[in-house]
DNA sequence: TAACGTAATATTGGATCCAATCAACGACCG
DNA sequence: CGGTCGTTGATTGGATCCAATATTACGTTA
């Protein structure tokens, strides 16, 4: 006789959801955009293995663009490979998060240094514009976007692409933990004082201030996590 | 009638010299260390086209390591993929020599500072010796490797693994140009002087003097290397 | 009973084949 | 004569199949 339909048992895959929205080049980028997206959310938490055949699966696809896609990810620090032993997402902890922040305090003081002399007007409108957004927005997940793209914004002038690029990637290593950090505040807002005052001292064409205010800023975001992984201890980073 | 032997068509190519010395885990890792050896080298000169149906005759693989391989170099700005249009070694050039070196002033005094006040006596025994192997070495090749070693040494006590992995990467970078930072130099030593006080100065608990030292360190290098292409213009990669 | 060695299985790494895309060339049309 | 559109060749992207490797479980032995 038959059997009942199996329950199909649950799968930290099926937190995956696959946009269509956009007609990307190749399959290996949609499987790449895709995972990341959900690793950056935390839906792919820390320690999750990434099974070739299960995703290659859940995305229609064949094990190969799955393969390429996994080795991006390798190369963002995103999942670790072991040769014959598979993809794992990579774990969050309070030592990656202060890893982060120190290349942050790093990269984006320089950078700021460098493209504050050279901001045009245009940029420094849309820095004051995406403040605005951030002000507006609620939902976790864009705000990670609006905040990147809004530091990004007063760093572009650098020239520099490779130096924006890394600074880029690291912003958006942040994303995990971004969270975190605006659970910690009680609310779904940034530091929107500290960026407000780095662009005033932007638009003032104040280097050293903005740098000040810029380094406090990832001091004190550095401090706030610190202080959220020290009380609740372990990981639990699933919402 | 029979053609002469066609004398085979020289090939950029023909430069590569894949090392069997070790056994290496995969076979994607051997065709990565081999091509990047090569590029580092200046054996591959920037703009040098890579196909994959070339590069695994030469390999004696097929073309699927020779594919991943190609990804994760892309992913350390050695090459350039554009989608269906192939590899490209990336092009070397006074601006990108000073994007490295902007995002090498940013993260190498970063780590220095964090790594000093934790410097053991054997990472300082280390860095002694590896002075003194530049002094005697001829070799250019070998040059970059001790070079970086020397100031990983340095830094490896900050912790960090993330931003010492990005720094260490930067020296790597830094490999392709350091030839002509040793030929405009007119001599194959790097700069020892400088060594020797930074090493002195981590001796001595001096985080202040390492520091600064560090950074003349990399703007006279940054210097000499702008005045080499101000100079020769072009780019002439090859020896 | 514990430890070691061996076999079976699951999973990734690599090879081969097919499809999609891009560049170049040439014909057609204005 | 110039520009545009279709066709063809070269090259990469993706699918499928096979091989190599690591982990697991099991059985044997000290």
């Known amino acids: 006789m038959l059997d009942p339909p199996l329950p199909k048992p649950p799968s930290p895959l099926d937190a995956l959801r696959p946009s269509l929205a956009f007609r990307w080049r190749t399959a290996t ?11 950056l959310d935390g839906r792919l938490p820390g320690g999750t293995p990434l099974r070739q ?6 995305f229609g696809l064949s094990r190969m663009p799955v393969r390429e896609a996994l080795r991006q990810l390798e190369s963002q620090a995103l999942i670790d490979v072991l040769p014959h032993r598979g993809a794992v997402v990579t774990e969050i902890s309070a030592a990656d998060a202060a890893d982060t922040y120190a290349i942050r305090r790093a990269l984006e003081p320089a950078a700021l240094r460098l493209s504050i002399p050279r901001l045009s007007d245009h940029a420094l409108r849309d820095a004051a514009a995406l403040i605005d957004e951030m002000d507006a927005e609620q939902e976790a997940g864009r705000m990670g976007l609006l905040n990147r793209r809004f530091h990004m914004t007063l760093y572009a002038a650098a020239g520099h692409p490779r130096l924006l690029a890394l600074a880029e990637q690291q912003l958006i290593a942040f994303d995990r933990y971004l969270r975190f950090h605006l659970a910690s505040q009680g609310r779904a807002h940034m ?10 001292a932007a638009r003032a064409r104040d280097t050293g201030t903005a740098i000040a205010v810029l380094e406090r800023h990832l001091d004190t975001a550095a401090g706030t996590i610190a202080r959220f992984f020290a009380t609740r201890g372990g990981v639990t980073e699933a919402s």
């Open 53 to 58: 055949e299960e995703l290659a699966a859940r």
């Open 29 to 39: 980028e949609f499987v790449e955009a895709t995972l990341k997206a959900a690793i």
């Open 191 to 200: 530091a929107q004082e500290d960026h407000r005052a780095m662009l005033e």
